[in-house]
């Protein structure tokens, strides 16, 4: 093993330092740290306004923090603007499913690949060789996703008319279209059944095993995030509470006491 | 926001909406060109100068359909783009003595980049204020052709009168069919370049934009960029529709280019269907001769029944021409069952 490899090993892909955002006079987070490895499914939980939508809306440059850094496999991300996150490996899906309703699966899809392809709109007009080879080459890999989350069927069918469940898949399959190194899940089991839930948590799982993709999951649901993260960070009140394995993360007093209340309240 | 987006929803609830959502089948395509190409030699001069002025009209509409339908933006400004390419072409032909075909794709390259920059201050606007500040720019065009300051170019308020050209290699063909069949060269390679456009990698884009914005940016879509864009190639088209159009009519004044052509224009797309591009046709020809069977109807009152079909078209079929399309193939469909 070199030297860089040996780093790579130990560095973190994503490390969040000592982050924190001010909205007027609310202090959304306040000074969070943590680190991601490759291959990890990082859980992040926190009762509602904990920060969790905050920091993912860090991550995916909606948000600006105050101060602090996000380190992308050592650089800084924030001086990317937010159209620039998907081209060095950032995917996320959104809490209440933000596809492109008119258009077809397989088109949502397509546009999921933008960061990964290029032309310009000359080329575009005149359907040049080059602009064909791409396309075809992209055609490809999006159909090996359809097929990989088995949308096939639905390839044609316009994204408004399909199931809640579905329409998180097809989110997903957008999300993998950019070959991210991280993906970021906001909410996934939100609207979900029982069921449902379960499937997902395979999925997620899958994907991560099959396309080695770290994970990032902002979840409610603390049975998904207990059952699939290797690793689980809690917020409260914009600050990091706890920080472990899921069962640390779960027998420890604070985060009990920020879920339950505690008896002296 | 809220405007674009009611149209878009709209156009959307159209159920069922056929893989080629944006463009014809081959075997109708054929038959609709069959038919521009065929028609002009058994008409008489007067109706094909019509059906040129069908086919700029339309391409005007393909063009706002591109920025509205395509990427959502609305705009009322579609008139000024429109100017700036007639006076460009007349400009170039009655000054500079250029060939009006080479007038063309200047006036498409000058009004690429005035919509391309009209695009810029655009981006922080959308649904009613984009629309709004559109208006503003239609309704400062024909004031700014009259201006004294240009009045050498331009001719001020009596405008410049353009030369018809004749058919070239010595074609036995009136000038009225030539200019025809220029117009529809032109508007052939114009419209597949469109529907390349909008089913490509940037088509995609717009569209994505259309639909969902933060979405589009997430899968690193520069939402600014091709916002611009659209703007840029809508008034491209739009001022290659205008040079043709002073070229058809043989004269340009700014009276001719108010915030009604925009209106019009903005008309033909509902009519032929918000975003789908063979409408534009459809569209064309209501703007065109709809007020003219409203004058055969009534004379005195021929805007009150210009106003009474106009309710009626959007009463009856609110998708336009589009959704006569899909209930004509469903029922051909029904038919080939039985």
Known sequence: MTQAQVAQGHAPLLAVRDVSVVFGGIIALNGVSFDMRKGQILGLIGPNGAGKTTLFNCLSRLYQPSSGDILMEGVSILTRPPHRIAEIGIGRTFQNVALFPNLSVLDNVRVGAHARTSSDIVSDSLRLAWVRRGEAAMNEKVHEILGYLDLEDVAHTTVSGLPFGTQKRVELARALAADPKILLLDEPAGGLNHEEVYVLGDLIRKIRDDRHITVLLVEHHMGLVMSIADHVVALNFGRKLAEGTPAQVQADPDVIKAYLGSKDQ | ?338
């Open chain 2, 1 to 338: 926001m809220s405007a674009a987006e009611e149209v878009v929803t709209e156009a959307a609830a159209v159920e069922a909406v056929p893989k080629r959502a944006m463009t014809l089948g081959y075997g109708t395509s054929l038959v609709v060109l069959a038919a521009l190409i065929l028609t002009p030699l058994f008409v008489k001069n007067f109706i094909i100068f019509q059906m040129t002025m069908l086919l700029i009209y339309g391409l005007a509409v393909l063009a706002l359909n591109i920025l509205t339908g395509g990427s959502g933006q609305f705009s009322l400004g579609q008139s000024a783009f429109y100017a700036v390419g007639a006076y460009t072409s007349a400009i170039l032909m009655e000054h500079a003595g250029m060939n009006y075909a080479l007038t063309l794709p200047v006036a498409g390259l000058i009004c690429f980049g005035f919509g391309f920059l009209f695009g810029q201050p655009a981006l922080r606007l959308s649904g009613v204020y984009l629309a709004l500040a559109t208006f503003a720019l239609a309704t400062a065009m024909p004031q700014l052709l009259k201006l004294g300051y240009f009045e050498h170019w331009t001719g001020g308020v009596q405008g410049l009168v353009v030369t018809k050209p004749d058919a070239p290699f010595g074609l036995p063909m009136s000038q009225d069919m030539w200019l025809y069949y220029f117009t529809l060269a032109i508007t052939i390679a114009i419209y597949i370049a469109s529907v390349n456009l909008l089913r490509s990698r940037s088509g995609r884009a717009f569209m994505a934009i259309r639909d969902n914005e933060i979405a589009a940016s997430a899968m690193g879509v520069d939402v600014a960029l091709y916002k611009t864009l659209a703007f840029g190639v809508s008034a491209g088209i739009t001022g290659v529709a205008g040079g043709l159009g002073a070229i058809a009519v043989q004269f340009v004044a700014p009276d001719g280019y108010t915030i009604t052509l925009a209106i019009s224009l903005f008309l033909g797309m509902v009519v032929g269907g918000v975003g789908w591009l063979p409408g534009s046709i459809v569209g064309s020809a209501f703007i065109i001769f709809v007020p003219n069977i409203a004058e055969g109807i009534s004379k005195g009152l021929s805007g009150a029944v210009f106003g009474v079909l106009l309710f009626l078209v959007i009463f009856l079929v609110p998708h336009g021409a589009r959704q006569v399309a899909i209930i004509a193939q469903q029922l051909i469909g029904k038919l080939k069952k039985n």
